[in-house]
C-alpha cells in the first residue's frame, strides 16, 4: 500500500487475522501521555491471556519543547500466543502522534509494516520542528510502510465536543482515541481501562468522560470506518502460561518487592539508603512507599552517605541496601571496603546505564561488570548477582538478601536500565510458600570473638549493638584472626586476606551449579549471556535451534563466584560465544577463570540486543 | 569484647578497654579519653547500649578505647554510619568522635547535613588544628601561616571555624570546651547527651607532637581567666578574676565588646545575659576572638530525625492495619489465567 | 565552539550559543540564562577569557548555552573543578552554576571548602528547593513537609539555609536574587562579579514542573513589595509600598523586628542602616522569613586564595634565581663514582 | 660464639675479612633515630662505592610509648660489592638499642648472625614493656646468634660528658655511638657525618661536638676494642657500577621530581591536587617544596577534589596530577571516569598500601592492580604504568606525562608503600639530554571540534580557556563524533566507546616491545612480575640461572595497555609464574588476554618478598 493509502469503506469485512505475535509502539510527544496508553494496552493484552513485554522509552529532557524530536516519548509491547522474551526486535505497528515522532521511530518499524499517524499534527511548524523538509504523508518517503494516516486530533475534538473541555484538554484525549483504535484493531475490552479513566479523574468526571468517549470513538471508528489496510483487525491468542494470578511489573518495583520480602524472610527490616540517580530512584520510590511494612528509606546527602548509613543499620541489626547507577557506585567504592573488612551484610543494588561518567544516563548498558568484581582497593572480594529480567529482580532481591546475611558479606546486585524500567507479566507468588531463612543474631558471651569464622561459611558472627556482654569494636584496620584487635602482624594478615577470599569463593557451594537454558550440555556454541541480555539470546537459540542448529543458550546468574561447574561446561563447547552490552566484561573473567577461548559480541550502543543481531552472529560461527 | 558484667554502678574504668592506648605521649586524646570514661558512669550509661563511631585519625582511634560498641569506620564518614545506626536502633545512646580534618575537611558534607537533619547523636570534633595520624599537615581549622609538610612557607587559606560552620548548617546544639578542662569538658558532654537531637561539641585539643601549645594563648593557667569566658544560659557574660570583665552589646557594629565593670560607667545591667536559644547572640559569641567563648553556646531544641522518621513508619502502619506481604504483591492490577 | 570573532563590543546573543536550549518551557533558569548573557555583554566580558563551570542537575546544563569556554563536569564537584581552573589560569573569569541538590547536597563539602578559601570565582546555586533532573526528589533546602516520590507522606528534615552555609563557610560575598527579577539580578550578578574572591550568589529559581511556585508567596507581583527587602550598602533597611515598613534591632532578643515608619512613635532613625561588610547583621538578614533579604547581604573582601598561592610561587621563584631541574636533582648530597 | 660473649682483648689482630654484601638492620625506639642512623650509614656506603638498597620500616603509630614494641622503628640496608637490588632477605647484622627493638627484629637475624645490644637499655622495666618474662641476654635465648651486649648508654654517657648535656640529651647521642661502631666494623669513613652533624646542630654546637664525640668513641671502641666476633671488621669492596654523579634517592622523591622534569619536557607547569594519605604523602611534601619550579600543589579537602581540581587545571592547560592510596583512589573513580569521557590528561599516582579498607596503612601490597584497570563505572579504559624500584619513578612518571598529554587520558602511575620509601642509589641523568615532548595547544579555530580525534593517537585536540575561537564546551555526557555537542545517538556511542578503546589499546604500538630481563626468550619457565617485586624475582632468577635453571624474568612496566608481544613471549614458556603481592591480580589480566596457563606466587602480609620464596617457588616449578 501506499503513502497516499486512505480510509476505504468497502463493507464486505473479512474475518480478523491471526497473528502469533505483534510488537506495537506508542509514540508522541513527552506531553502525549504514550507511557500510559502504552501502559493500558499493556494491561488489556495481559488480561486476553497473551505473553508479553514491554519497554518504555523516555526522552533524556525532563520535559522538552513541544514537537522537538529530543521530546519524543515511546513505549514498546511485544505481545503474543507464544513465549515472549523480549519487547521486540523491530515494530508491526507503529503509532506516531506527531511528526517528530514519526522521525525518531520510523527506523524502528519493519518494512511492510504499518504505521498509524494523526495527519492533523502534521502542519507546517511541527514539521519543521521535527527537521522534515518535505511532508513525509506526501513526498513518497513511507512507500515501504503501510501509512495510515488519520485526522485523530479532529475526529478527538469532535468525540469530546459534548464535554467542554478547552481545546488544550480536549486535545489531550488524543492518545484515548488512538488507544480505543487499537483495541478495536487487536480485538481488545475497554473495560478496565474506562474503569481506571473513572478511578483516575475522580475529581474530574468530564475529564474521565472525554477520555471514555475519545476511547470509545477511536474504537468505533475502527470498527465502521474499515481500513484496507487492517481488513478486520487482528486477533492474538491466549498464549499457553502457567495458570495463577498474574500481574505486570518492572524491574524497579519487582526488585524492591524482593527486597523486603527476603529480609522478612531473614526477619530482618529493611533500611535502605540511597541517594536520587536515574535509573537506580525506581527502586527508592517504590521502597518509599513501603513504610508500612517497617521499610526506612533514606535519601541521602550523597551515594557515600548512602551506602554508610546502609554499613550503620546493618552494624545495627537491620539490612543495610544501598542502590544506585554506575557513576553512584563509583562513589561508594571505598564503603564498600568498608563493609567487606568488617563483613557486614550489606546489598549495593546498581542499575547500570550508558557510560563512561555521565554518559547516556537514560540509556542501558551491562558495563558496570568490571566494577562489581573488580572496583575496590586491594583484595576485596564480595559476591555478585545479576536479574535477568523485570520479574527475575525479585528472585535475585531474595537471593542477594541471603548470601549478604548468611555469609556476612556486601552483595553487588546487577541490573540495568531496561530492566528497572521493563515491565513484563508475573506469576506473583505465595509469600507464605518461600523458604525462610532467618539470621541468628549472636546472643552468647561465651567464647564470643567479633572476627570467629564460622568453620562452614567463614561468616564471622553478627552480634549487634545493645546486646549484652558483646561488646566489641570494629574497624577498617586489619583485624587479628582470632581476637578480633587490630593486628599489624604480616603471618595474620596473609590468613585474613585468604579467608575472605575463601568465604566468597566458598558461595560456589552453596549456589547451584549452572543449567543451560536451552540446548545440549555439549556442542559447537555456547552462547554465554548474563543479566538483560537474556530474552534476545534465549530466543535467538531458540529460533535457530529449531532451524537445526547445534547452539546452545547458558544464562550466568552468580557473576561472582561463578557457578563450580561452569568451566567444566564451556568446556564442552566448541566455541564459546559472549553478546555483552559492554565491551566484553563478563568475558574477562570467563578467560581468566575458564582459559577458554571464548569471543565478545559487543554492542556498546545504549539499546538492548536484537534477536537478529545474535541470530546473525551465531551464524556466522556456524558458517565458519 | 568485655564478658563480665557487673550488676552495680559502674565506675570510669569500667568503660576502659584492655587495649593500650596508642597516642603519644602528653596527647590531649588521653585527657578526653578520661572524662568520657567518667561521665558515662557519672551518666549511668549502659555499656551494651552506648556506641562509639569515629572516621580515621588520631581522635578517631577513641572507640578502641571505651568497652561499649565501637566502629572505627573510614575517613570522614562517621556521621553517615551514625545516622544509619541510629536509623535502624533509635533506642542506642550513639556518639560520634572525629577531628579536624576527619570532620571539616573530607567530612564536612556529612556534619552540615547531620546538624541540618538534627540526627539525635553527640558529635565531638576534637580540634587540634593539625593533621596528626599521616603526620602533621595543616588542615581547615589551622591558622593562616601554619607551617607544615605540605605548606612549608606557611598556609595560605582562611581557616573554618568549627562552631560557625555548626551554627550555619543549622545545628541545634552547639558547644565548645578543652582537652585539660576536666570538669567544664564533663558538665559539656552531659548536657550534649542530655539534648535530643545532633548536639555538636568542638574539643580544642593539643597535639604535643605537631602543634604543641596552638591553644595556649588561652588555655594556660596563666591566661585563662583573661582569655575564656565560660557561658551559663540565664548568667551575665562576665569573665575575668573577679568576674569583673564583660561583653556588652554594640547595637551598632553589632558585636560583643569586651568592657570593665565599675569603669567607664559600665554596670552588671550592660552585660548581656547569655540565652543559648539565641542564635544571633551564638553566632557572635563564636565569632569572638578574644575572650574565647567556652560552654553551650547555643541548644534550642527540634524534634530529631529519626523520631520523626520513626513516627511516619509508625502512622503508616496504623494506617494499613494487616497488610502482609502477599497482599503487597497483589496490590494494584492483577488478572488470573485459568489452566 | 564560535569561529565568529566581533570587533566591535558584543552584545547579548553573542553570548548565545547555537545550541537549542532544553529546559521545561516555563522553566525559571531561561530568564537567569537570558540576565547572564546581557550581563556579560555589559561588563564587557570576553568570551575566550570566561569560562562556566557546572556539576549536574538542570541548572548545571547552563554552560551549553553560553558561547564561553565551558564545562559540565559531574554532580557536585563544580566547585573544585573550577579551584584547579582558577589554580592554572587565575586570568580567566569563572563562573560556578551549581543546584541546591548539587551545591547543598553532594557538594557541600566542596562548596564550604572553596568559599572557606575565598577562590576568586562567582558560584550562583540555583535554589528551586527540588532535585529537578532526576524528576522531583525533594532537596536539603525543601521545606518540611515536602511530598515528593522519595518522601510521598512529606519530608521530616530541617531545610538548610544556603545564605546561612555560605556565612557559617566563612563567605566573603554572599548575595540573593530571583530568577524573575532581571534588573535586580543583573546588578547582583555584576557586584558578584566585581568582586574578588568566591561569591556566593543564591538565586530563587521556580521549577514549573516539580516545585511550581513554591516562592510565590515573596515573589509574586502583589505581594512583593511586603515580601521582599532590597538591601544596599549605607542604606536603611526599608521596604513596603512608599518604603513605610523598615527593620529595626531588638537588641535584647538579637532579631531584626518589622515596624511601620511613622506608627508607634517609629522614625527612621530607628532603621537599621544596611552594612554589607557586617556579618552580624547577614546573618540576621538571613535568618529573616519575611520579608525576604535580596541583594547583597554580606561583602568583606579579602585576599583569595589563588593570588596567594601564586604570591608564594612568585617569592619562591624570586629566592631561587637560576635554579634549574638539573640543580633540583643534585641538591642535597650527591657523591661521584669514578670509571 | 654464645649470648654470654663479651669483648676479648687478644692483641693479635688480623687483618678485616672481606664480604660481597652485607645487609645490617638498625633498629630501636621511635625516638631513637635509627633512620637518621641509617642514613647515614647509606651515605657513607654509597661514598664507598657500594651498590646499596635500604628500607624504612616505620611503626604504625605516631609516637608510641617508649619501650613498646609496637614503638619500634628500624632502617635495613644492603650493600655490597655485587649488583644489589633488595633490601636484603635476611639480616646479617643487627643493632637493638632496647629490649623491643630485639624482641621485633631478631626474626629478620639469620642463624649465625650477628647482633649488638645496648645492654645498658636492658631494665627490668624495659624488658617487661617489650614483653620479656627473663633476660634473652642471659637465658640462652639467643644462642644461635653471635650476640655481642655493650652497655652503649653508659659508654655514650662518658664519651659526652664534657658537653655538659641533661642525661636525657647526652642519651640522644647513643645512636651516633653505634654508628661509629658500626663504620668501624665496615671500615667507614666518619667525615661526611661529622660534616652534617655541625650542619644539623648549626644553632646548638653543644649537641653537634657531642654527638661527634659519640660518634668517634663507637669508633674508637671498635678499634681498640678487639671484639672476637668481629676481628678486624671487615671490608665491601667498592661495586663495579657505571661511573658518574649519584645520589640516593627515595621512590617519593624521584616521583616528584619525574613529575617535575616530564611537565618541563612537555612544556607545562604541574599543578598537583592531593589529600594527605600514608603513604602517599612523600610526594605531596616533596612537590611543596618545589614552588620555585612553578610547581603549584593543592591540599583538597578530599580525594575528589583533588582529582577534580587536576582535571580542572588540566581542562585549563596546565599537567594536572593526583596522587593518593587505595582507598583514595576509589573516592577518585568517578572523577577519573570523567577524565576519560572529556579525553583530558591526567596523571594519578597510587601509592599502594595493605587492604581492603584502611588495612595496614604503613605496610606495602601491589593489590590495585585491578582497581587501576578496572575500577570505574562503564567502559573508561585508561592507561595504566608501574614504577619498579625508587629510581625507576622518575622514569615512569616522565612516562606517564608523555602517554597523559599525548593521548588526552588519564594515566594511572602504580607504585607502593616500598618503594615511597625505599631509597637506592641513583646515576643522576643530565635533565638536558632527555628527549623533549612539547604539547601543542590547539589554537587554530579552522576546522576545530573538541573531539575531532587526530588520526593516529586517537587525541582530542587540546584547546584550552583564553584561546580566541576556540569556546567550546565539554562534559561528561556522551558527545557526537564529529562535532563535540551532546549526541545519545546509538551508532554514535558505540563508535565513541570504540574510539576510547582504540586510543587506549593503540598505545601498545608507542611502547617498548616486551624484553626479558633476565634468560632467554623462549623456555621452561618464564617469571612474570610488575612494581616492587622486581628486585627479588630479579635476584631469585639470576641465582638460580647460575645454578643453570632455565628460568627467565620478565618484568612488565606498562600494566595497561599490555605490551604487543607479551602474549607471543609468554606462549614461549613451558609454564608462567607470577609472583605479586597480592591474590593474583596481573594474573587476571595474563591469564584473560593471553589465555596462558598462568600460576601466581601470591604474598599478603603487607612485606616485600623475600628472594629465597622466590627461588623456592621457582624451584618447585622446575623439579615438578
Ligand atoms: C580516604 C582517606 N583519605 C585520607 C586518609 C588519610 N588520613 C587519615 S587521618 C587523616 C587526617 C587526620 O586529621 P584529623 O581528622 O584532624 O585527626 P587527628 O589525627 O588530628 O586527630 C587523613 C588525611 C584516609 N585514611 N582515608
Ligand atoms: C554521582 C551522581 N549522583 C547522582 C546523580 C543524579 N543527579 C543528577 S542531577 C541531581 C540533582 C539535581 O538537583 P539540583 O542540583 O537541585 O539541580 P536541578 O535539577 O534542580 O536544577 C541528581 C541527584 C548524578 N548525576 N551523579
Ligand atoms: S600526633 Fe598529635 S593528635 Fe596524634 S596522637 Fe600524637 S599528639 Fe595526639
Ligand atoms: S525540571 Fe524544573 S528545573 Fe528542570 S528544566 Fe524542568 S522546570 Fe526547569
Ligand atoms: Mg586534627
Ligand atoms: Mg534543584
Known amino acids: 500500500m501506499s503513502a497516499n493509502a486512505t480510509v476505504d469503506l468497502d463493507p464486505a469485512r473479512p474475518a480478523r487475522q491471526e497473528l502469533e505475535s505483534a510488537v506495537v509502539r506508542f509514540a508522541g510527544d513527552s506531553g502525549d501521555g ?31 519543547p513541544i514537537g522537538t524530536t529530543f521530546g519524543v516519548s515511546a513505549f514498546q509491547i511485544n505481545f503474543g500466543s507464544r513465549v515472549i522474551k523480549t519487547s521486540g526486535d523491530s515494530v508491526d505497528l507503529l503509532i506516531a502522534m506527531n511528526p517528530a515522532a514519526l522521525m525518531v521511530e520510523i527506523p524502528n518499524l519493519r518494512a511492510g509494516g504499518m504505521v498509524i499517524v494523526d495527519s492533523g499534527a502534521f502542519t507546517e511548524r511541527n514539521l519543521h520542528k521535527a527537521g522534515y523538509r518535505t511532508n513525509p504523508l506526501e513526498d513518497g518517503s513511507l512507500d515501504k510502510y503501510r501509512t495510515i494516516p488519520i485526522d485523530i486530533s479532529k475526529l478527538t475534538l469532535d468525540a469530546v465536543k459534548e464535554f467542554g473541555l478547552s481545546k488544550k484538554e480536549a486535545l489531550r484525549c488524543r492518545n484515548l482515541w488512538t488507544l480505543g483504535l487499537v483495541y478495536w484493531m487487536y480485538a481488545r475490552d475497554r473495560q478496565t481501562t474506562i474503569d481506571w479513566l473513572s478511578q483516575k479523574f475522580a475529581s474530574r468526571p468530564d475529564l474521565a468522560g472525554a477520555n471514555a468517549a475519545a ?75 513501603l513504610k508500612h511494612y517497617g521499610v526506612i528509606t533514606f535519601q541521602a546527602e550523597d551515594e557515600i552517605a ?28 571505598e564503603a564498600i571496603g568498608l563493609a567487606v573488612s568488617t563483613e557486614l551484610p550489606l546489598v549495593v543494588i546498581n542499575s547500570q546505564r550508558a557510560g563512561p561518567s555521565t554518559g547516556m544516563p537514560t540509556k ?32 535475585v532481591a531474595i537471593e542477594a538478601v541471603r548470601l549478604a546475611t548468611k555469609y556476612m558479606t556486601p552483595v553487588i546486585l546487577l541490573t540495568d536500565g531496561y530492566i528497572a524500567n521493563a515491565a513484563e507479566p508475573w506469576l506473583i507468588p505465595d509469600v507464605d510458600t518461600l523458604p525462610p531463612m532467618p539470621v541468628k543474631f549472636r546472643t552468647d558471651a561465651e567464647g564470643f570473638q567479633p572476627f570467629l569464622r564460622d568453620p562452614a561459611t567463614l561468616a564471622r558472627p553478627w552480634a ?65 549471556g548474563w543479566g538483560s541480555t537474556y530474552g534476545p539470546i534465549n530466543r535467538a537459540v531458540n529460533r535457530l535451534r529449531g532451524e537445526g542448529l547445534d547452539v546452545s543458550h547458558i544464562h550466568i546468574r552468580h557473576i561472582w563466584p561463578l557457578p563450580r561447574n561452569l568451566c567444566d561446561l564451556l568446556g564442552g563447547f566448541e566455541q564459546v560465544l559472549v553478546p555483552e552490552l559492554n565491551t566484553g566484561q563478563l568475558l574477562t573473567l570467563l578467560r581468566s577463570e575458564c582459559l577458554v577461548p571464548a569471543e565478545g559480541l559487543n554492542k556498546i550502543s545504549g539499546q538492548p540486543f536484537k534477536i537478529a543481531e545474535i541470530e546473525t552472529a551465531i551464524r556466522a560461527r556456524m558458517e565458519a | 569484647m568485655n564478658v563480665v558484667r557487673l550488676s552495680e554502678k559502674l565506675v570510669a574504668k569500667d568503660f576502659a578497654t584492655d587495649q593500650e592506648v596508642r597516642w603519644c605521649p602528653g596527647c590531649g586524646d588521653y585527657a578526653i579519653l578520661k572524662v568520657m570514661q567518667r561521665t558515662l558512669a557519672e551518666i549511668g550509661a549502659v555499656r551494651e547500649n552506648t556506641v562509639f563511631v569515629s572516621g580515621i585519625g588520631c581522635a578517631s582511634r577513641f572507640p578502641y578505647y571505651m568497652a561499649t ?88 587559606e582562611h581557616p573554618v571555624s568549627a562552631a560557625a560552620f555548626a551554627l550555619g548548617a543549622g545545628a541545634h546544639f552547639v558547644a565548645r570546651s578543652v582537652d585539660t578542662m576536666q570538669k567544664h569538658l564533663a558538665e559539656v558532654l552531659k548536657r550534649a547527651h542530655a539534648h535530643r537531637g545532633a548536639s ?37 557574660l562576665v569573665f575575668g578574676e573577679g568576674k569583673t570583665r564583660g561583653l556588652r552589646l554594640d547595637p551598632a557594629k553589632l558585636i560583643l565588646e569586651t568592657v570593665t565593670i565599675g569603669a567607664d560607667g559600665v554596670s552588671e545591667a550592660d552585660v548581656v545575659v547569655h540565652d543559648e536559644t539565641n542564635r544571633t547572640l551564638a553566632t557572635m559569641l563564636v565569632a569572638l576572638e578574644m575572650p574565647v567563648a567556652l560552654g553551650v553556646l547555643y541548644c534550642a531544641p527540634a524534634p530529631s530525625y529519626e523520631t520523626s522518621i520513626r513516627e511516619r513508619i509508625d502512622e503508616a502502619k496504623a494506617s494499613h492495619p494487616g497488610d502482609d506481604l502477599n497482599a503487597l504483591l497483589r496490590r494494584g492490577h492483577t488478572w488470573t489465567v485459568s489452566g
Open chain 1, 364 to 395: 542501558t548498558e551491562q558495563s558496570d561488570l568490571h566494577q562489581a568484581v573488580f572496583g575496590r582497593n586491594a583484595d576485596s572480594p564480595v559476591a555478585v548477582v545479576s536479574a535477568r529480567s523485570p520479574s527475575d529482580c525479585f528472585e
Open chain 1, 464 to 528: 549487634v549493638p545493645g546486646t549484652p556482654g558483646l561488646e566489641h569494636r570494629i574497624g577498617g584496620l586489619e583485624k587479628d584472626y582470632d581476637s578480633g584487635h587490630i593486628s599489624y602482624d604480616p603471618v595474620n594478615h596473609e590468613r585474613m586476606t585468604q579467608a575472605r577470599m575463601d568465604k566468597i569463593a566458598g558461595i560456589a557451594d552453596d549456589i547451584p551449579r549452572q543449567a543451560v537454558e536451552e540446548g545440549g550440555e555439549r556442542g559447537r556454541l555456547a552462547v554465554v
Open chain 2, 69 to 156: 560498641y565501637g566502629f572505627h569506620t573510614i575517613h570522614g564518614r562517621a556521621p553517615a554510619v551514625a545516622t544509619g545506626i541510629k536509623l535502624a536502633r533509635p533506642e542506642l545512646d550513639v556518639w560520634v568522635v572525629t577531628g579536624d580534618g576527619d570532620g571539616l575537611s573530607i567530612g564536612g558534607n556529612h556534619l552540615l547535613h547531620v546538624l541540618r537533619r538534627n540526627v539525635d547523636l553527640q558529635v565531638l570534633l576534637f580540634n587540634n588544628e593539625i593533621y596528626g595520624l599521616t603526620k602533621g599537615q595543616y588542615s581547615p581549622t589551622s591558622r593562616v601561616g601554619t607551617r607544615s609538610p605540605s605548606t612549608p612557607t606557611g598556609s595560605v
Open chain 1, 306 to 333: 548512602a551506602a554508610c548509613a546502609a554499613i550503620g543499620a546493618s552494624y545495627a541489626g537491620s539490612l543495610g541496601v544501598t542502590s544506585s547507577s554506575g557513576p553512584g557506585i563509583a562513589l561508594k567504592g
Open chain 2, 200 to 236: 555538636f561539641v568542638e574539643i580544642f585539643q593539643n597535639c604535643i607532637v605537631y602543634n604543641d601549645g596552638v591553644f595556649s594563648d588561652f588555655t594556660e593557667k596563666d591566661v585563662a581567666d583573661d582569655a575564656q569566658i565560660h557561658v551559663e544560659h540565664g548568667r551575665p
Open chain 1, 34 to 64: 504514550m507511557q500510559l496508553t502504552g501502559g493500558q494496552f499493556t494491561q488489556s493484552s495481559a488480561m486476553a491471556g497473551n505473553d508479553l513485554a514491554t519497554f518504555p522509552d523516555f526522552p533524556a529532557e525532563i520535559r522538552a
Open chain 1, 215 to 289: 476511547l470509545n470513538a477511536g474504537h468505533a471508528f475502527g470498527e465502521t470506518v474499515e481500513m484496507s489496510d487492517v481488513s478486520a483487525g487482528f486477533t492474538v491468542r491466549p498464549a499457553d502460561i502457567a495458570p495463577g494470578l498474574y500481574r505486570a511489573v518492572t524491574g524497579g518495583e519487582a526488585l524492591a518487592w524482593g527486597l523486603v520480602v527476603g529480609a522478612d524472610l531473614a526477619g530482618l527490616t529493611v533500611m535502605f539508603g540511597s541517594y536520587p540517580i536515574t535509573p537506580a530512584s525506581a527502586v527508592l520510590h517504590t521502597l518509599s512507599n
